[in-house]
């Protein structure tokens, strides 16, 4: 068997397979936090408990409605997403004119809360959610076992990307998004309804988050500190892609999925540690991060 | 401060449990005879539904199977957050205060290990029902603690040698990089070489914060190892075993063991995922007569969202009624005065209970009852929500637990 580093090849094929697998769930979730940031400049700590509330939403639709992963994927995102736009309209709007410190202090506050309300309702050690039957099985690819329902992840995932890039970069709403940025009042001089704008690009990003957790509920336990074990290091992904750049999240998520996968063969141990190493050598060379304009 | 998140944590461990008695926070040199017991726990964590509130529900329906026999028995909740300092503040701050006489409880080794010593400074009674480590009973047993629902040693026998035995010999460990997972990584592989068994790799994942498993598992399937230890526990278990399935460890022969899971976790996990796997518990709900009295009372008492008991809770129950009977032997203010002599009468009488049947104490502190080696139904044995286990084989209390002289305990060292 072929060696490389000491590794037998095929584990080590596997592993970047995997680093990409995970890749994908940093991807969209940083893609979300970046668009909120980049258009609202608000950092939103919200953002891992409604990746969980996703979860839970696509959950509850199965459990009490009998509607499956399909009518999740659609609905989730359009409830939690509904709540996202509920929480701007009546809370953070009225952040804007303040320091970030405000927003980030708010939405971390909503998060904590609204995690402790989903464990006092369901408890802490998570509900069972299956891979939908269209998806189980796997694919055997000489080097290791591939799980269908980790592949159509990935593919989901890049998609969901791209299509962002394209509304923000392409359209006349994303120019629209992107000018009202720079300089709202002049753009509401325009006759363009700013306030409307904000309230649903916040609720896009959300939806973006609860996105991703309908998508990881088969994967990881239903639980309620789902979320706020991947925010962390999906924070350190933004801030290496460079804060509020859409193309610097989305590649930075699946370069540090690589990275961390390639960690856990050679210093399984290290492998929580790495991505913020990798942060603390970003920031210190480049600060505003590797795609952000300084 | 302190005494106002105090207030709000027994506040709302007191809603969470629809408690129709508030608590309240009488002074220390109040009435002489009142015992106070205090349940110390995780609320909010990872370990809420193995603990948490079905704890505090089991400690209060020991206080009333007990009844009332000359005293008042009053329960207190806290929230220790998994956190030693926290744990060790809330404990100093019961018994100063509160008058609290003895602790119940305590998941998460490190809090256990750190409130042991202030218990033992205090000359408090301490019955830890929930954490794992070994080391209660061994280089740190105390005259004040009693060890007793199940730990490290009697898993890592009870599932390590039945696994050898039943031809598993070739092992890879997946185990969490802290003091608990070590040493049940440890000792169950000192279990599996001395049936015979060989270890061929292992893996330490770090904890907290690890979601992802399919890295370590890739390299479980690549040891070629005939059974793949897990040796977390919670979520962490859950998260190992459930994507285990995904990637198909079962399916190509290999064989996952949960070295610590609950049946509170197989329920998480679901009996598709979870099914066929072989685990250890010293209590089930459904084990005989006596069981399932005692769990239908605790569901009676309101468990949270019908949370069956595991061995977690049934330890609170078996503990607290077992104290209360050495109070009421003794008399509850002697009782209060000296909690190294409580334990000494706990020590000397029998227990007998619905949930563990006749068992005894250790002079080193370990409570001694038989371990269950149960396997999991699969979806199509299972008749209905939480009958989950097939009875595989039952260690006797002798041998389930480690052997005294093995342990170092300064208590009965010769």
Redesign the interface.
């Known amino acids: 068997m072929d060696e490389i580093f000491g590794i037998?090849a095929?584990?080590l094929f596997?592993?970047l397979l995997?680093?990409l697998?995970?890749g994908a769930f940093y991807a969209l979730l940083s893609l979300g936090l970046a668009v909120i940031f980049g258009m609202l400049n608000v950092i939103n700590f919200t953002h891992g408990a409604q990746f969980m509330l996703g979860a839970f939403v696509a959950w509850a639709l199965l459990s009490f409605l009998g509607l499956g992963y399909w009518w999740a994927l659609l609905l989730a995102p359009l409830i939690v997403g509904a709540f996202g736009v509920l929480l701007e309209r009546t809370m953070i709007s009225r952040l804007y004119k303040l320091d970030h410190l405000y927003g980030l202090l708010l939405t971390f506050g909503v998060g904590l809360i609204v995690e402790?309300l989903v464990?006092?309702?369901?408890?802490?050690?998570?509900?069972?959610y299956?891979?939908p039957a269209e998806l189980q099985g796997?694919w055997d690819l000489g080097f290791?076992?591939m799980?269908i329902?980790?592949g159509w992840v990935v593919v989901v995932a890049i998609v969901a990307c791209l299509a962002t890039w394209l509304v923000i970069e392409k359209t006349k709403i994303g120019s629209y998004l992107r000018a009202a940025t720079e300089n709202p009042a002049l753009v509401q001089a325009f006759g363009i309804n700013v306030p409307l704008m904000m309230t649903l690009t916040y609720g896009a990003g959300v939806a973006l988050a609860a996105f991703a957790g309908v998508l990881a509920a088969p994967?990881?336990?239903v639980?309620p500190?789902?979320g706020a074990?991947?925010i962390?290091i999906v924070f350190a992904v933004v801030v290496i892609g460079g804060m509020g750049s859409i193309l610097g999240s989305v590649v930075t998520g699946f370069g540090l999925g690589i990275i961390e996968?390639l960690t856990?063969?050679f210093w399984?141990?290290?492998?929580?540690?790495v991505i913020f190493v990798v942060m603390a050598i970003v920031l210190l060379t480049r600060p505003a991060g590797l795609f952000g304009r300084a | 401060m302190e005494s106002s998140r105090r207030n709000f944590l027994s506040a709302t461990g007191a809603i969470a449990l629809g408690a129709a008695t508030p608590m309240t926070h009488a002074r220390a040199q109040g009435a002489a005879n009142t015992i106070r017991i205090g349940v110390l726990t995780d609320m909010s964590g990872p370990f809420r539904d193995i603990s948490g509130p079905t704890s505090v529900v089991a400690t209060r329906t020991a206080v009333q199977d007990f009844g009332s026999r000359g005293f008042n028995v009053e329960v207190l909740v806290a929230d220790h957050q998994n956190r030693p300092d926290v744990g060790v503040n809330l404990v100093r701050q019961w018994i100063d205060r509160d008058g609290v006489d003895m602790v119940v409880d305590v998941p998460s080794s490190g809090v256990a290990l750190a409130v042991n010593t202030v218990m033992r400074e205090r000359n408090k009674v301490y019955l830890n029902s929930t954490a794992a480590t070994v080391e209660l009973t061994g280089a740190q047993c105390s005259p004040n603690t009693i060890h007793w629902t199940y730990d490290t040693w009697m898993l890592a026998r009870s599932t390590g040698a039945a696994l050898v035995r039943a031809g598993g010999q070739r092992w890879f460990f997946i185990t969490a990089d802290y003091a608990f997972g070590h040493s049940l990584e440890a000792q169950t592989m000192e279990f599996v070489r001395s049936a015979g068994g060989t270890v061929v790799g292992s893996v330490r994942h770090p904890f907290p914060g690890t979601t992802d498993y399919s890295s370590f598992l890739l390299q479980a399937q690549a040891s070629r190892a005939q059974i793949v230890g897990i040796a977390n526990a919670g979520v962490d278990a859950i998260n190992a075993i459930k994507q285990a399935g995904e990637f198909g460890l079962m399916r190509r022969g290999q064989r996952v063991a949960g070295l610590l899971v609950f049946v509170n976790d197989v329920n998480s996990l679901g009996l598709q995922t979870a099914g066929g796997s072989v685990l250890t518990e010293t209590f089930y709900w459904d084990l005989n007569d006596r069981t399932r009295a005692v769990t239908q009372r605790v569901l009676a008492n309101g468990s949270p969202g019908g949370n069956r008991p595991s061995m977690g809770h049934a330890g609170c129950y078996s503990a607290t009624l077992h104290y209360l009977k050495a109070v009421a032997d003794m008399g509850a203010a002697a009782a209060k005065a000296d909690g190294r002599a409580v334990i000494e009468r706990m020590k000397a009488m029998p227990t007998d209970d619905d949930a563990f049947g006749q068992g005894s104490i250790r002079p080193d502190g370990r409570k001694l009852h038989p371990a269950y080696l149960f396997q999991v139904k699969t979806p199509q044995e299972s008749r209905g929500p939480w009958d989950f286990y097939t009875l595989l084989q039952t260690t006797s209390p002798e041998e389930a637990f480690r052997p005294m002289a093995q342990g170092n305990c300064p208590l009965v060292r010769t």
């Open positions: 037998p095929p584990l596997g592993q995997l680093g697998i995970n402790g464990r006092n309702e369901f408890g802490s050690s998570g509900l069972p299956r891979i796997s290791m076992f799980p329902y980790r994967i990881y336990s639980n500190q789902m074990n991947l962390i996968g856990k063969v399984p141990e290290a492998s929580a540690t």
